[in-house]
C-alpha cells in the first residue's frame, strides 16, 4: 500500500476546486461519464489498431446508486489504469491523460471523439462527495488498483482484485447533495447532458414486451422481459452524413430533441465543415408563432456528443437565436467565460459560416421551389428581417431572396418590385416610390384609392420593417418607401390625369377648408381627388418621415435585437 501527497503546485485545490472551477454542481456526473466514454473510445481505437490484445466487445457505462450506503457509482469497460497510471493521471491535477493520448496517437486518433482536455474534470467529483473511490484495471497484464481520497491532498493507493479492464468510481455523496442519490434527479442529468453520448449508458434495467409471433391467437397477450435501461442514442442524426438521412430522419430527431414539441419544423440546415474548424449539427427553421416558447426550446450546444448548454450566445448569430437544433464542436473552448468567448477568433468563423450557410440554404429553397418559399414566407420573415438588419453580410445575401407581399398576395424580392413600379411609381424628382401598407384594414380607403391608380401596394406589417425600410432605402440609389397614407402618393407623376371630379373646383376648396379647421395642418396634408369610384375622394395623409421617426422611436434603436424585448410578432 502506498500514502503519499497529490502532485500540485497550489497547497489546497480542493476548496478551490468546490468554490470557482464549475459554478454548477451537477455537472461532476457529465464530466466522469465522458471520463467512461474516454476510456471505452480508447479501448476501441486501441484494439482497431490492434495495440490492444483484448475483446472490444459491446462495452456498456453504468451508473449506480446505493442508497444505503450512500453511494454513487460509475462504472465503465475502457482501458483502465495501473497503479502507476493512477500517479500519473489522477494525482497530476491538471494533467489531462486525454490531451497526451491524442498527441501520442495524433495522426490515428483525430477522430476518435475523445472529450477531456483540461486535466480537471475528474476532480468536479468532490463538488458533492466527500471521499471519491477508484478502482480501476487496466487492459494491459498489470493488476487493479483503488485509490481513495478523502477530499484533502492525501490519498491511499493500493491494488485491488477486480478481474476485467475498466474503471469504478465511487462516490460517497455528501449530506449536502443528497439530491444525487435520488432516482429521478440523476435520470434528469442523464437526459439533459448524456442523451447523445456515443457508448451506451445503462440506468437500472426496464420490462420490455416481446413481440409475439405471426400465428400467435388474437387475444394472446405479451410477455415482457427485463432488458438494460439504455438512457441515450449512441447514434444521433447530426453525427451522420446528409445522404445517409432522409426528411423523416430529420423530423423524428427535431421529436428526440424536443419531445413537447408537436409543431413540425418548417425544414432543416445540416451543418459539416471540418476545416478550418470542426463542426457538426443541425438547425431547424421552427413555425414562428406568439405562443413559441423561445425560452425552453433552444439551440443547443455539444462537445463530442456532450450537452454543454443552450446558451448559444455568442457562437450563434443573434437573428439565428430563434431557430432551433444543435450544434456539435470540439473546437469551441468550453468551460470559460462569455466574454472571452466573444473574442475568440474560431467562434467567430463557427458564427460567420453558419450564418453563411443559412444564407445559402435559404436561397437553395427560394430557387428550387418558389412556391412553396412563398407560403413558408409568413413563418420565417422574422428571423430573416432581423437578420438582414443585424448582419451586413447576412443583407447582402438575402436581398435576393427577402420578399415583399402585396396587399393582394403577390409576392416580390426587392429588385423585381422596383422593376414592377419602375414606369409607374416615380416622382418628380425620379425616385421611384414604393408604396405600403402596414394594415389592410385601418388603410383600406388609401388602399384602394391607390390602386385606382394602379399603384401597386406592399402589405409590410412586420414590427421592424421601418427600420429595414431605411436599411433598403440606403442599399439602393433613388428608392424610396412611402406608406399609401403619406403625402408622397399625390407626388407621383400620374399616368391618367384625366378623371374629373364630381365636385366643382369651389365645392372641393371648400370642403379642404371645412377639413383643416379640424385637423391640425402641420401633421396631416389634405387631398381632395378627382375620382368617382368606390375609392375615397378625400384623403387625409401624413408625410412618411414624421410618421417613421415616431415609429422608430417606439421600437427603439440598437436595443431591440435583445431576445428579451423583442416586439411582439
Ligand atoms: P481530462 O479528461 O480532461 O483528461 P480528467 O481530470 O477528467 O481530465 O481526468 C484525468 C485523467 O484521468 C484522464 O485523462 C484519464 O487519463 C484518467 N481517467 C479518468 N477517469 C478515467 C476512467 N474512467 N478510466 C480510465 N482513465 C481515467
Ligand atoms: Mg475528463
Do not use: C
Amino acid at each position: 500500500m502506498a500514502t503519499g501527497n497529490i502532485n500540485v503546485s497550489v497547497e489546497n485545490i480542493f476548496p478551490l476546486i468546490k468554490k470557482f472551477l464549475y459554478s454548477d454542481h451537477e455537472i461532476f456526473l457529465r464530466e466522469l461519464i465522458s471520463n467512461a466514454t474516454d476510456a471505452t473510445l480508447k479501448l476501441k481505437h486501441l484494439t482497431s489498431i490492434g495495440e490492444a490484445k483484448v475483446e472490444y466487445g459491446n462495452p456498456v457505462i453504468e451508473v449506480k446508486i446505493d442508497k444505503e450506503k450512500k453511494q454513487l457509482i460509475i462504472s465503465d469497460q475502457g482501458i483502465g489504469m495501473t497503479k502507476e497510471e493512477v500517479e500519473k493521471y489522477i494525482n497530476q491535477v491538471a494533467f489531462s491523460g486525454a490531451e497526451e493520448f491524442l498527441e501520442k496517437y495524433k495522426d490515428s486518433a483525430k477522430d476518435s471523439g475523445i472529450i477531456g482536455h483540461f486535466g480537471l474534470g475528474f476532480y468536479s467529483a468532490f463538488m458533492v462527495a466527500n471521499k471519491v473511490e477508484i478502482i480501476t484495471k487496466s487492459y494491459k497484464d498489470a493488476p487493479a488498483a483503488h485509490w481513495i481520497n478523502e477530499g484533502t491532498t492525501e490519498f491511499t493507493l493500493e491494488e485491488a482484485d477486480k478481474k476485467e479492464h475498466g474503471t469504478d468510481i465511487i462516490l460517497h455523496i455528501n449530506e449536502d447533495d443528497k439530491e444525487f442519490l435520488e432516482e429521478g434527479r440523476i435520470r434528469e442529468l442523464l437526459t439533459k447532458y448524456n442523451k447523445f453520448m456515443p457508448i451506451p449508458i445503462k440506468f437500472g434495467t426496464r420490462e420490455e414486451e416481446i413481440p409475439l409471433p405471426e400465428d400467435a391467437p388474437e387475444d394472446a397477450k405479451p410477455e415482457t422481459k427485463v432488458v438494460d435501461d439504455i438512457i441515450n442514442n449512441p447514434n444521433p442524426a447530426w453525427t451522420k452524413q446528409p445522404t445517409e438521412l432522409e426528411d423523416k430522419d430529420y423530423k423524428d430527431f427535431y421529436r428526440e430533441l424536443y419531445p413537447m414539441q408537436f409543431e413540425e419544423p418548417l425544414f432543416h440546415i445540416h451543418l459539416n465543415v471540418d476545416y478550418p474548424f470542426n463542426l457538426t449539427g443541425i438547425l431547424y427553421f421552427p413555425k414562428m408563432s406568439r405562443d413559441m416558447n423561445i425560452q425552453k426550446d433552444k439551440i443547443q450546444l455539444y462537445q463530442n456528443q456532450v450537452f454543454v448548454t443552450d446558451n448559444v450566445e455568442g457562437i450563434v448569430p443573434e437573428f439565428l437565436t430563434m431557430l432551433r437544433g444543435v450544434i456539435d464542436s470540439p473546437d469551441i473552448p468550453l468551460n470559460v467565460s462569455r466574454s472571452y468567448l466573444q473574442a475568440d477568433g474560431a467562434v467567430k468563423k463557427i458564427s460567420s459560416y453558419i450564418t453563411r450557410k443559412v444564407a445559402d440554404k435559404l436561397k437553395a429553397l427560394f430557387n428550387n421551389n418558389r412556391e412553396d418559399f412563398e407560403k413558408k414566407w409568413n413563418d420565417i420573415k422574422i428571423v430573416i428581417e432581423y437578420g438582414m438588419l443585424s448582419e451586413d453580410k447576412f443583407f447582402d445575401k438575402a436581398k435576393d431572396f427577402a420578399l415583399y407581399p402585396t396587399v393582394d398576395d403577390k409576392y416580390f424580392t426587392f429588385a423585381e418590385f422596383i422593376e414592377k413600379v419602375k414606369e409607374n411609381q416615380t416622382d418628380k424628382d425620379g425616385n421611384k416610390v414604393l408604396l405600403y401598407a402596414s394594415n389592410k384594414d385601418d388603410q383600406h380607403s388609401y388602399i384602394e384609392a391607390a390602386k385606382e391608380k394602379g399603384y401597386e401596394v406592399l402589405l409590410l406589417d412586420s414590427p421592424i420593417v421601418s427600420h429595414l425600410m431605411q436599411k433598403l432605402e440606403m442599399s439602393e440609389e433613388k428608392v424610396t418607401f412611402a406608406r399609401v397614407d403619406a403625402d408622397h402618393v399625390d407626388n407621383l407623376i400620374k399616368k391618367d390625369d384625366e378623371k374629373i371630379s364630381k365636385l366643382s373646383d369651389e365645392e372641393k376648396e371648400k370642403l379642404k377648408g371645412d377639413f383643416e379647421k379640424v385637423i391640425p395642418k402641420e401633421k396631416y396634408t389634405v387631398q381632395l381627388e378627382a375620382m368617382d369610384s368606390n375609392a375615397a375622394p378625400l384623403l387625409i395623409t401624413q408625410p412618411e418621415f414624421m410618421r417613421r421617426m415616431k415609429e422608430m422611436q417606439q421600437t427603439g434603436g440598437g436595443g431591440m435585437f435583445g431576445m428579451g424585448n423583442m416586439p411582439e410578432m
